[in-house]
């Protein structure tokens, strides 16, 4: 049985048609995913009514992988085998894991392949790892939801490069996820806030989670998000604040520092309890049982708990000084700071927080959820759930756009990565004297080449006035807004005749696709260019010869005497020869001779209409 | 004529209306389409039209337009849970038939 939910006016789906769309926050520690309903941006539980998966997973010999609490519990007892903090790892080789103190796994593979870890159930790379949470939330979301997803919006640190981004993405094809968009994690938080329904501003984001601190600043104009500087301490988070707090409770119960591994995990559990009770609590009891099963009981304050503490939070001021100063703002510009992360729910955060940006921050929002509800208010848009006016624009064009030119070459009139929506015109010009139609072919892609990129569309612009070739300015427009939804539209800026069409770029590839075209456009870097080269001096070959036949046609028996034109029809037999062949500079070579061969021919030329046009004319109406 | 509101339906409704900052009520109908005939409309409803007929169940505005009204008639719009699905469940007495999911059905 199907179970319903409330749509926007108008927005009812067809049935088995219905658009399934979440957000999923893939954390350092912990992951989750969101959805909309009835209009209500949620996360969701699992059977136990747990919203937080701990980003944990363990391989073990001849059984699946276990993925969350059950993964989480055996890291300290089985650490080799159990993959925690995988976001770590996400897109780094091996130089740069060697390196990395989080990531003391062994690795199989040589230095140039992607980095494998070594478990018990088998090597298995850092997408793969993500995968298996991906498809626990997958499969979560797709109980919760009563049938397939038709896509997820995944939240990235905003200082994601391209690898690690893609590496995202993989991880989310492996799970079966249909990528809708990678959103930044401090857009999402925003737009879990509604910030995006403003028109400008500079918003602060302060993330302060499990083992990772980063502050955001982020510049929204018009609806579009732009990262303006991002900072943070990438070991910096709650679990410093709970063995703060353990290292207070160890000696005030006398607790040696050769404690075993169940003793600290008692300490570092009751720590952390402790710190959570004394969010809404002023003072709190403690309760440790010694390793000789003795009890010590005591109590801590808030107070106390800030001393201890007190250092750790400062050290999150620096970093928040830092993304200023990068971004040339100060504390002024910022016109709201929004909280993220569970570790933003102890008071003395928030205290410093809006001491040193002199504001109350943004907490309403669970701070563990706010990131995947703002992904879930994303995704719902972006599955088409909502009427067209709540569109959000945050993204970018992964390919360049551009169109066809003369010899099969590709002019780029929006390059990749520019933010959508944009509008950008090129003016182009007729080719032949007196054409009167161009055909616009629409392409996408990094290559030179029209045949190595891809072809998104085709259309003509008809009803030309006749003109020389060169003297029609053709205005073509490439418009993309920010559903990606590609419009082109051309116009004969004296005639004023026009033609347009319009196209989804985004649906003409698949990621993969798309991944494959720019790793091509790299490959062929040199290649392409040497075409390119080519290409153009065919064109311009054709060109000349071109007009020169047409004029020859014309007048060619009136300026020219036998011996003369031979001469010219030779020099262009020549071109037409090398024309066919690849050798660039012989091409260059055969236009240059052809075109001091005719040299005298055109001067007559010129001469001669302009006589033409002053025949019959007196002189003084040439002088004023 | 009527239409009714189960309790855990009507708690729902009012969050999802408080939520969503706006609109007057909750319409229900139904459309022609899906793979057995009907399928059922479930909307927040910001302007009441002229052939809609507004029914008050629980403090919540009920708007179901003429067409629909035969329909609907005496159906109790229930919330349930099913698993980890959960959402809104229509108890229509005049369906006959209904396809494999439910979300289409034949009067």
């Known amino acids: 049985m199907a179970l319903l939910h409330i749509s926007e006016p108008g927005q009812t789906s067809v049935p088995h048609q219905r658009r399934l769309a979440v957000g999923i926050d893939l954390g350092t520690t912990n992951s989750l995913v969101a959805t909309v309903r009835s209009g209500l941006a949620e996360t969701l539980a699992d059977e136990a009514g747990e919203h937080l998966l701990p980003s944990v997973v363990r391989y073990r010999k001849g059984q699946g992988p276990q993925v969350g609490q059950s993964a989480k519990e055996a890291a300290p007892t089985d650490p080799m085998n159990t993959i925690v903090s995988v976001k770590r790892l996400m897109g780094r080789d091996l130089q740069e894991l060697r390196k990395n103190e989080f990531a003391a796994y062994e690795y199989a593979g040589e230095e140039s392949s992607v980095p494998r870890i070594c478990t018990e159930g088998g090597d298995v790379s850092a997408v793969e790892v993500s995968a298996e949470i991906l498809k626990v939330l997958r499969d979560r979301a797709e109980a919760s939801l009563g049938g397939e997803l038709t896509g997820a919006v995944i939240t990235v640190p905003a200082y994601f490069d391209d690898a690690q981004r893609q590496a995202t993405k993989d991880a989310a094809r492996l799970a079966g996820l249909h990528v809708l968009r990678l959103l930044n994690e401090p857009t999402a938080a925003a737009v879990a806030y509604g910030l995006d329904k403003k028109s400008d501003g500079v918003i602060a984001i302060y993330d302060l989670g499990g083992g990772t601190f980063d502050i955001s600043v982020l510049r929204l104009k018009k609806g579009v998000f732009e990262v303006m500087a991002t900072a943070g301490d990438s070991a910096l988070g709650?679990?410093?604040?709970?063995?703060?707090?353990?290292?207070?409770?160890?000696?005030q119960a006398g607790i040696q520092d050769d404690a075993d591994h169940a003793q600290l995990r008692r300490l570092l559990h009751e720590a952390r309890r402790v710190k959570e009770m004394l969010t809404d609590a002023d003072e709190t009891s403690?309760?440790?049982?010694?390793?000789?099963?003795?009890?010590?009981?005591?109590?801590?304050?808030?107070?106390?708990?800030?001393?201890?503490?007190?250092?750790?939070?400062?050290?999150?001021?620096?970093?928040?000084?830092?993304?200023?100063?990068?971004?040339?703002?100060?504390?002024?510009?910022?016109?709201?700071?929004?909280?993220?992360?569970?570790?933003?729910?102890?008071?003395?955060?928030?205290?410093?927080?809006?001491?040193?940006?002199?504001?109350?921050?943004?907490?309403?929002?669970?701070?563990?959820?706010?990131?995947?509800?703002?992904?879930?208010?994303?995704?719902?848009?972006?599955?088409?759930?909502?009427?067209?006016?709540?569109?959000?624009?945050?993204?970018?064009?992964?390919?360049?756009?551009?169109?066809?030119t003369m010899g099969g070459?590709?002019?780029?009139?929006?390059?990749?990565?520019?933010?959508?929506?944009?509008?950008?015109?090129?003016?182009?010009?007729?080719?032949?004297?007196?054409?009167?139609?161009?055909?616009?072919?629409?392409?996408?892609?990094e290559r030179e080449m029209v045949q190595d990129c891809r072809s998104l569309a085709r259309f003509s612009l008809r009803d030309i006035p006749p003109m020389v070739a060169g003297a029609a300015r053709i205005r073509v427009t490439f418009?993309?807004?920010?559903?990606?939804?590609?419009?082109?539209?051309?116009?004969?800026?004296s005639s004023g005749v026009q033609s347009s069409i319009e196209v989804k770029p985004t649906y003409g590839l698949e990621d993969s696709e798309v991944e494959q075209m720019l790793r091509d456009s790299m490959d062929h870097a040199s290649e392409d260019m040497v075409a390119r080269m080519l290409r153009e001096q065919q064109v311009e070959a054709d060109r000349a010869m071109e007009a020169l036949t047409a004029a020859l046609q014309k007048d060619g028996e009136k300026y020219l005497d036998d011996e003369e034109r031979a001469g010219i029809d030779q020099q262009m037999d020549s071109l037409q020869t090398v024309r066919q062949q690849d050798d660039i500079e012989a091409i260059k070579l055969a236009i240059a001779r052809l075109e001091k061969t005719c040299a005298g021919y055109v001067e007559r030329r010129m001469n001669g209409s302009i006589q033409d046009a002053m025949s019959g004319h007196k002189i003084e109406e040439f002088e004023s | 004529m009527a239409v009714t509101l189960t309790d855990t339906a009507a708690d729902r409704i009012k969050i999802f209306l408080e939520n969503r900052g706006k609109g007057v009520g909750l319409r229900l109908g139904v459309k022609t389409s899906g793979c057995s005939g009907m399928a059922y409309v479930i909307e927040f409803v910001d302007e009441i039209n002229e052939s809609d007929q507004v029914f008050e169940d629980h403090g919540i505005k009920v708007i179901i337009?003429?067409?629909?009204?035969?329909?609907?008639?005496?159906?109790?719009?229930?919330?349930?849970?099913?698993?980890?699905?959960?959402?809104?469940?229509?108890?229509?007495p005049n369906v006959k038939d209904s396809c494999g999911c439910g979300e289409s059905f034949t009067v």
């Open chain 1, 238 to 251: 709650g679990d410093d604040m709970d063995r703060a707090i353990a290292r207070w409770i160890m000696a």
């Open chain 1, 286 to 404: 403690v309760e440790i049982t010694r390793m000789d099963n003795t009890v010590w009981r005591g109590s801590l304050t808030r107070m106390q708990m800030n001393e201890l503490i007190n250092s750790l939070v400062k050290k999150t001021i620096n970093p928040c000084r830092r993304a200023l100063r990068d971004a040339g703002l100060s504390i002024d510009d910022i016109s709201e700071v929004v909280m993220v992360g569970g570790s933003t729910r102890v008071p003395m955060v928030r205290e410093k927080v809006e001491a040193f940006f002199n504001k109350p921050p943004l907490v309403d929002i669970d701070p563990d959820k706010v990131v995947a509800v703002g992904a879930a208010f994303q995704a719902d848009i972006l599955a088409g759930n909502k009427p067209d006016e709540a569109m959000l624009l945050l993204d970018v064009i992964p390919l360049s756009l551009g169109l066809e």
């Open chain 1, 409 to 445: 070459l590709v002019e780029k009139v929006i390059n990749r990565n520019t933010t959508i929506p944009v509008a950008r015109a090129q003016d182009f010009t007729t080719y032949k004297d007196g054409q009167t139609a161009m055909s616009i072919h629409v392409l996408q892609g």
């Open chain 1, 479 to 493: 418009q993309v807004d920010a559903d990606g939804l590609l419009s082109v539209a051309a116009e004969e800026q």
């Open chain 2, 65 to 92: 337009d003429q067409k629909s009204m035969v329909y609907l008639d005496g159906t109790e719009l229930d919330f349930k849970r099913d698993g980890l699905n959960e959402g809104f469940e229509f108890n229509n």
